[in-house]
T-cell receptor
Framework: GAVVSQHPSRVICKSGTSVKIECRSL??????MFWYRQFPKQSLMLMAT?????????EQGVEKDKFLINHASLTLSTLTVTSAHPEDSSFYIC?????????????FGPGTRLTVL | KNQVEQSPQSLIILEGKNCTLQ??????????LRWYKQDTGRGPVSLTI?????NTKSNGRYTATLDADTKQSSLHITASQLSDSASYIC???????????FGAGTRLFVKA
């Protein structure tokens, strides 16, 4: 299957700092990528849809000025958590959309564990 | 309202036993349904994907079924292994704008 990578896999930062997470599609080009957040024992919650070359579309309740998304190329999307606070601690997962045999399939990255102290 | 509901929330079985996980959805129009396995601390990995015309699809010891009339799907795991311990997530694509709607997942624990 297609490969999506995320970097870093884990990050610990102090409150008030900014953290950048990278999502790469390694063997295919992805016009559309998604960013999710997952709290313990809960399912994935879509934060935003990232489209190459245009502004991201944010889900209701997600602050676009706090979670900056950049999709500058067909293989890379970045999520920057600005002025992070302890409540931003979570598991962040990206996925990339790939067209396959008449339908689109999402391939997920391995996730990034963010801990804000 | 477009929703995906999974049952049970969690399940404990002995190694070697079979189990079946359920997924009911109210998403319309329907595009496709996927089952993912998510190990703790990892991203989801696709197990099966089914479109409207497909009733069953297998991937090794995993067999998914789909009844588009009753809007129900199941994931059957045969001869469970300890490594099957994970969350299994049912995801339906559809609805207005063809969104991707996630179920809450079933947490499976396989014990020796």
């Amino acid at each position: 299957g297609a490969v999506v990578s995320q970097h870093p896999s884990r990050v610990i930062c102090k409150s008030g700092t900014s953290v950048k997470i990278e999502c790469r599609s390694l063997d295919f080009q992805a016009t559309t990528m998604f960013w999710y957040r997952q709290f313990p024992k809960q399912s994935l919650m879509l934060m935003a849809t990232s489209n190459e070359g245009s502004k991201a579309t944010y889900e209701q309740g997600v602050e676009k000025d706090k979670f900056l998304i950049n999709h500058a190329s067909l293989t890379l999307s970045t999520l920057t958590v600005t002025s992070a606070h302890p409540e931003d601690s979570s598991f962040y997962i990206c996925s990339a959309l790939r067209g396959l045999a008449g339908y689109n399939e999402q391939f997920f990255g391995p996730g990034t564990r963010l801990t804000v102290l | 309202k477009n929703q995906v509901e999974q049952s049970p929330q969690s399940l404990i079985i002995l190694e070697g036993k079979n189990c079946t996980l359920q997924c009911n959805y109210t998403v319309s129009p329907f595009s496709n349904l996927r089952w993912y396995k998510q190990d703790t601390g990892r991203g989801p990995v696709s197990l099966t994907i089914m479109t409207f015309s497909e009733n069953t699809k297998s991937n090794g010891r995993y067999t998914a079924t789909l009844d588009a009339d009753t809007k129900q799907s199941s994931l059957h795991i045969t001869a469970s292994q300890l490594s099957d311990s994970a969350s299994y997530i049912c995801v339906v694509r559809g609805g207005g704008g063809f969104k991707t709607i996630f179920g809450a997942g079933t947490r499976l624990f396989v014990k020796a």
